[in-house]
């Protein structure tokens, strides 16, 4: 098949798999990948886990959708466990993490009117990545996603990522009219950033005195992905909004936007919603997902791996000549290089049957499923060194 018939948006390799079983795909010669993408932090549990494909399959046989006119069972089970997990008091379901902030963003107008401001602004960061609507696309950073469509919401300032000085010269100069502060706790599509120690909790506090929502986009680090059910309980906090998506289905599209009571009461019924989101299905892979995570003690491995996974890289790459830095938290792993290296991706693949994915043109980025033992890491590490030096022979 070819892809006459799509929208350009992505340049798909030519590759392409019909099988998944935990942290293994196939392709449709039948080779076996080691999957350190994870559908770009999505499968976290592993590929075809049998309490999820029973649950997907049973729910599939009694009840796909009957829209939010109806209490929804599932909806209740689900924003009760993440509730319980998060420390957050009440949720909102969507289906992808672009809608989840969209809401996050209406909580913070609605949070800035309430106080009085009439145009409210809400600060993110630089080199931030929340979304492709027109909403978070404002939000978020690089001019590729954002120069083609002209005018955004103007809703936003900017703060270097990490920089709290720089942070507070920003709400010197506009503080009478934030309502809000949306961040990253570690920035993925902006090349694994790991926000300083200390960072969100300083963020907390500014957030607190001045009456402005703390807003975390979780998307990419919630869900056990950083070694914890949520990367802001690195640093003991307690933020009044977060989002997730990603990670959350499992691969069956589903966001959610979670608050504390005095941000999530601020909507009313009618001002806001989504026919598709939280509906039985959804919520109830959701719901097997977070049981999975908690009886297979994932988030513990992702944080384990994930440390043995880093430090075995610092060891192997210590030195490397293209490599510049190696960072990351849990199972989110950043590999800065000198240079890009074009066909990366697909020489990794087809020469080590290893997956992976290079962000921000030179930051090979690794998120292995939560599920990965020390073998698999032994094999990522491996995969990356060959790849590395491969790519240095192939060029010389
Ligand atoms: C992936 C991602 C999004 C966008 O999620 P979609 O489901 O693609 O809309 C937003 N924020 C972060 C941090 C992400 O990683």
Known sequence: MTTDCLMSTYKPLALSFVRGLGARLWDQAGREYLDAVAGVAVTNVGHSHPLLVAAISEQAGL???????????????????????????????????????????????????????????????????HGRTLGTLAASDGPAVRSAYGALPGDF????????????????????RIAAVLVEPVQGEGGVQVAPAGYL??????????????????????????????????????PDVITLAKGLGNGVPIGACLAKVGAADLFTPGSHGSTFGGN???????????????????VQNAREQGQYLLERLREVLNGHPQVVAVRGLGLM???????????????????HGLLINVTRGQTIRLLPPLIVGPTDVDAIVQGIVNALNGAEASRE
Request: hydrophobic share 45%; with cysteine.
């Open 201 to 238: 909790q300083a963020l907390r506090k500014h957030c607190t005195r001045r009456n402005w929502l703390l807003m975390l986009d979780e998307i990419q680090t919630g869900m056990g992905r950083t070694g914890q059910w949520f990367a802001f309980q690195h640093e003991g906090i307690v």
């Open 157 to 176: 300032v900017k703060a270097p990522f990490g920089d709290l000085p720089a942070f507070e010269r920003l709400c010197a100069q506009h503080g009478h």
């Open 333 to 351: 792993i950043g590999i800065e290089l000198h240079k890009p290296i074009p066909d990366l991706v697909a020489l990794t693949a087809r020469n």
């Open 63 to 129: 009840l796909l959708h009957t829209s939010n006119l109806y209490s929804i069972d599932w909806q209740q089970r689900l924003a009760h466990k993440l509730t319980r997990l998060s420390g957050l008091d009440r949720a909102f379901f969507n289906n992808s993490g672009a809608e989840a902030n969209e809401t996050a963003l209406k909580l913070a107008r609605l949070h800035g009117w309430r106080k009085g401001i009439e145009q409210p602004l809400v600060v993110v960061m630089e080199n931030a990545f």
């Open 280 to 298: 039985p299905l959804a919520c109830r892979a959701a719901c097997t997902v977070v049981d999975i995570i908690e009886q297979q003690g994932l």
